[in-house]
């Protein structure tokens, strides 16, 4: 398996140094390598788990209860404005 | 540049906040307007750690939604995450639906000028809302309100199976009215909680495969996405005449230029790596609770539009006003109920009191004037005791009064005069003053007389009942 | 009264506790006891030194762990005080809300002492990758406590605590346990609400605790164990009294020895202590049978495969927007790619893009979803074992703690470590870790017991049965 480490990267939006996409991509492709052995059973037929426990229908009523923590949350927040919203770079629409 | 030589090929992606009273996964309230910020929690800010839990009711309304658009209901759902990073979405993944959506597979049918028109409905399925990025005023930053985030959505995929702007216009016309009927979504757009992409391609007349479609994005309106499509057929046609090849992208209606302008988007970064959202479990739906579900719509805007054709013998087009508004109909059949006559109804409220609402940007929701008092204002007039012109000078103290017809008429001295003595002193009054008129009128020229009735009408200052009026002047004539 | 009251257990803890004088005394005790040895072992990242404020908020009202103290990992959110996975990227985040075990425990009068160092994001078996410092075995300084929670194992080892959570995704209770000598239980998937839980993989994640014997592990599973509405995951079936199962008794008890567990790779001296245990068993009372989980050698590639792609979305969210660490610029896409460049640590970028790549587009089939497909195989392998056995022992860990810095450069060798603990985490299946013997280099050596779902009753009665006849929890580390 050879991974495109740099597509990869954007996807997850990490930076990466060049020497780290080296050895990044050789552990990516020795573990997968290592993977490729779930190659070796028929699964054609088995089901997909996503749980294990076979739990359905879980729901909670439509009930409003307030949680205010906006104020804590702004106070460890690192950049905010007129004390009310998360500040960020500014966003061009569409990018 | 002749356009006849393609067909446009269009398909509407509309997302409906639904109107549940907290968001989908936790228990915040969804009110809309609230300060920045203030109508959240851990779970809803994606802080590490929390948990969404589905909002029952959530499902409820998507189900609702499914049946009324004739969809397949699933039995088995879930729920997946898509994966992508942006400020109003604080986990990085949008909790969705991916390939086992709520409903599938259904239709609606629209009115166009050429007939009914079957339009598929290619899915319905339910996510979280984004929050709200605000860029205006604030220099070099943008800042971000999650209050909406969390809100719950869904998301309707047509089939690409309208052909022209007005189709559009029609099926979201149709679309917003089957949800309105449901009372699933309040389906406000100035709120934001309709709102509506297009896909648009065009071909060959008779050609079989579709062409490059464009998604059009930042439709604020009806009228915009219409606008739009146009805008947007001419563009590809053009570019086609000139002999290059549509892109596929997505473009942003600009409402003020008429314009769409492309995002020149890095296209290739999309992945969202859709999997199954692991917090979340499976979910059942028996054919038991559709069926029950099923049993509890409301009559929907079609089954009501044959009705007031069939039962209030309505004009088409009128039926088709009335209805395609869940408020101004039921507007109308409380008036009914009150005792007017449908026909009248209909009338006083399409072209009266509407023109007078439109004149002082109002809508029914504000408007003073209450179903029965315009029912009241209908019947003075059956029953003479105002004229239908005097009424229309009441209407518009209703409306900005409040008042009941019947207080206004009693406090202005509205009341229609029927009084057959006042009447005939009149009569002679007008006959003595206009000798010129009553010898035309004798030598045959009856026209005339209206004139006089109107000359009384003036007298009376419009209160006089104008058949009765007609009557006591014929029979003065023959006297004088 | 003794000097010692840092060595007592929960037990002895929560009876000695009678009054806001001994609650004093046991904090200064504990308090002294980490300043003495946390230079050498580097369990802890944070300590709680405010007992005063413990004792005005708190009364005592019956309360059935008033006053206990309790160390918790750095993953577990604690309202008003820092939790940062032991990362840079977490630095400085505390979060608005408790975690739902850590509200129950502060309802039934729990001290929170102190966060306990851990693998960043969990990621590790040997407590190396957080990005404070590394956490030492207190049996060996010169080795590792094994991870991810390794700072909650290494406390309890060290006595600098009284019990510790951790949270085990693929045996990051039990390993270190085993590595550190003490027991440690990763119950049934849905046992423990994971509301509060930074998570790694939401679908094997479970919070479990470490403690100095098998008695107070039953005592503070009941104490956090328990569905939540707040976690639809988590499974609603009654909590039963797990301290009723403290009996020395497995007549007949059924105990399956899987075949595929003891393979090459695994240190003779554990092989031989965890079948030393199997005798003992048998002497007992127990039966022992020999049985099969054919698909135990996939566990480690499904589990790479499950674990990270959940966790390369669930730490997506640490983006710099709303919390922890932010890359100052005025770039949005540098802010996000420079902020998880610097904020996370080599293994979390790792495991990010691998799990990033299962997913993308092209590969889900091949990689993501096979494994799910293989997950079911390895389910179904215990569901086949359990018709036949009640519990299932094996070795926790293929070896005894291992040099600091031996795996480092070797993700491969690292992620095998954890061969045997994996599959109960994929299955969702309780296993847990008792200490069984040292080898000879006088390193501890544990077993892993693996039981039915939500049959933590039966497995905390076999340990107890082995631990009250060879009582190894008697030795204790040279610090």
């Known amino acids: 398996m050879q991974v495109d480490i740099v597509k990869v990267a954007q996807l997850a939006r990490i930076k990466l140094k060049d020497a780290e996409k080296v050895k990044l991509q050789k552990d990516l492709n020795s573990i997968l390598d290592y993977v490729a052995q779930l190659n070796e059973l028929d699964t054609k037929n088995v089901e997909p788990t996503s749980h294990v426990l076979n739990l359905e229908n879980v729901y909670r009523k439509d009930d409003v209860k307030n949680w205010p923590i906006r104020d804590e949350v702004l106070k460890y927040a690192p950049l905010t404005a007129d004390g009310k919203y998360f500040k960020v770079p500014k966003v061009i629409e569409g990018e | ?471 006591i002047l014929e029979q003065q004539l023959k006297k004088s | 009264m003794s000097k010692d009251l840092f060595r007592m257990t929960l037990k002895e803890a929560a009876g000695f506790l009678s009054s806001p004088e001994n609650f004093s005394a046991l904090h200064k005790s504990l308090t002294d006891r980490a300043g003495a040895v946390d230079a050498k072992v580097k369990a802890y990242t944070q300590l709680n030194h405010d007992g005063k404020d413990f004792l005005a908020k708190t009364p005592r009202n019956g309360k059935p762990l008033w006053g206990v103290p309790v160390s918790v990992k750095e993953n577990i959110c604690t309202h008003g005080w820092e939790t940062t996975c032991s990362s840079k990227i977490l630095k400085g985040y505390i979060p608005p809300y408790d975690a739902t075990v850590i509200r129950k425990l502060r309802d039934q009068g729990a001290f929170l002492f102190a966060k306990c160092n851990m693998d960043e994001f969990a990621f590790g078996s040997s407590s190396e990758t957080s990005a404070f410092h590394p956490t030492f075995n207190p049996w060996d300084l010169e080795r590792v406590p094994g991870g991810s929670s390794g700072g909650s194992a290494a406390c309890v080892a060290a006595d600098e605590a009284i019990c510790a959570l951790g949270s085990d995704t693929g045996g990051s209770v039990r390993q270190p346990a085993s590595l550190c000598g003490v027991v440690g239980m990763k119950p049934t998937y849905g046992r423990v609400s994971r509301f509060g839980l930074i998570a790694f993989g939401s679908s094997l994640d479970q919070i479990g605790p470490l403690t100095k014997n098998v008695e107070d592990n039953a005592i503070l599973l009941g104490a956090i164990a328990g569905h939540d509405p707040l976690d639809s995951t988590s499974a609603n079936v009654p909590v039963p009294d797990y301290t009723k199962s403290l009996v020395k008794d497995v007549k007949g008890l059924r105990i399956g020895l899987p075949k595929d567990y003891f393979i090459s790779g695994i240190d003779p001296e554990v092989e031989a202590a965890v079948r030393e245990a199997a005798k003992v068993y048998e002497q007992l009372g127990a039966t022992i049978k020999e049985i099969s989980l054919p698909h135990t050698k996939y566990g480690v590639a499904v589990y790479y495969v499950v674990a990270t792609a959940e966790a390369s979305s669930n730490l997506a969210r640490f983006d710099g927007v709303q919390y922890g660490f932010r890359y100052p610029t005025d770039n949005l896409l540098d802010m996000y790619v420079e902020t998880r460049d610097q904020g996370f640590g080599q293994e979390a970028k790792r495991r990010i893009l691998l799990g990033t790549f299962v997913l993308s587009a092209g590969y889900y089939d091949a990689y993501y979803l096979r494994a799910q497909k293989v997950r079911t195989l390895i389910k179904q392998d215990f569901e086949n074992a359990f018709k036949e056995v009640d519990v299932i022992l094996c070795p926790t860990s293929p070896s005894t703690a291992f040099k600091v810095g031996e795996k480092m450069n070797d993700p491969l060798s690292m992620y095998l470590s954890d061969i045997y603990t994996i599959s109960s985490n994929l299955a969702g299946v309780p296993a847990l870790s008792v200490p069984c013997g040292f080898d000879s280099k006088g390193l501890p050596i544990g077993f892993q017991l693996m039981g039915k779902y939500f049959d933590e009753p039966t497995m905390y009665r076999a340990a107890y049965s082995y631990e009250q006849t060879m009582h190894w929890y008697e030795r204790k580390p040279k610090l």
């Open chain 2, 1 to 471: 540049m002749s356009l006849e030589k393609y067909e446009p090929v269009i398909g509407l992606e509309v997302h409906v906040q639904l109107q549940t009273k907290s968001k989908i996964f936790c228990s915040c309230s969804t009110k809309f307007g609230a300060e920045a910020n203030t109508q959240t929690c851990p779970i809803c800010l994606g802080l590490p750690g929390s948990l969404p839990v589905l909002n029952e009711q959530a499902l409820y309304y998507g189900i609702k939604a499914g049946i009324a658009l004739n969809c397949h209901i699933a039995e088995r759902l879930k729920f997946d995450r898509k994966n992508y990073f942006y400020p109003d979405l604080p986990k990085a993944y949008q909790i969705s639906q991916f390939d086992m959506p709520v409903a599938y597979r259904g239709w609606l049918m629209i009115e166009t000028k050429d007939g009914n028109k079957k339009i598929g409905i290619t899915r319905a399925h339910l996510e979280e809302d984004a929050g709200k990025l605000i860029h205006e005023g604030i220099k070099d930053a943008s800042v971000v309100d999650y209050n909406r985030c969390g809100t719950p959505l869904l998301e309707i995929v047509s089939e690409p199976d309208l052909r022209t702007p007005e189709d559009a216009y029609e099926y979201l016309t149709t679309l917003k009215a089957i949800l309105e009927y449901l009372e699933v979504s309040d389906c406000n757009m100035d709120e934001g909680s309709l709102r509506c992409d297009a896909n648009v391609s065009i071909r060959l007349r008779g050609a079989e495969k579709f062409g490059t479609k464009a998604e059009i994005k930042n439709l604020n309106s009806f009228k915009a996405v219409a606008k739009s499509i146009q805008y947007e057929i001419e563009r590809q046609a053009e570019v086609l005449e000139s002999g290059e090849r549509v892109i596929q992208e997505t473009r942003l209606w600009n409402d003020e230029k008429g314009q769409t302008i492309s995002m020149r988007s890095k296209e290739e970064a999309h992945d969202y790596r859709y999997f199954p959202e692991p917090d979340l479990v499976p979910f059942t739906i028996s054919r038991q609770r559709v069926e029950e579900i099923r049993k509890t719509l409301p009559e929907l805007p079609q089954a009501r539009e044959e009705r007031f054709l069939r039962d209030y013998k309505l004009s088409n087009y009128d039926a088709h006003v009335l209805v395609s508004d869940k408020k101004h109909a039921d507007y109308f059949e409380q008036a009914i109920r009150a005792g007017a006559d449908p026909k009248k109804v209909s009338n006083w409220l399409t072209s009266e009191l509407f023109g007078l609402l439109n004149t002082r940007k109002e809508t029914l929701d504000t408007c003073k004037v209450s179903a029965k008092a315009l029912s009241g204002l209908i019947q003075l007039i059956d029953k003479q005791v105002i004229s239908g012109k005097i009424a229309k000078e009441v209407l518009p103290i209703m409306v900005e009064t409040g008042k009941d017809p019947e207080t206004i008429v009693k406090e202005k001295g509205l009341v229609q005069v029927t009084d057959t003595k006042f009447l005939e002193d009149i009569a002679k009054k007008i006959i003595e003053v206009n000798p010129k008129s009553v010898a035309d009128f004798k030598s045959g020229k009856t026209a005339a007389i209206g004139f006089l009735v109107g000359q009384m009408m003036k007298e009376t200052k419009g209160k006089a009942n104008p058949a009765l009026a007609n009557q």
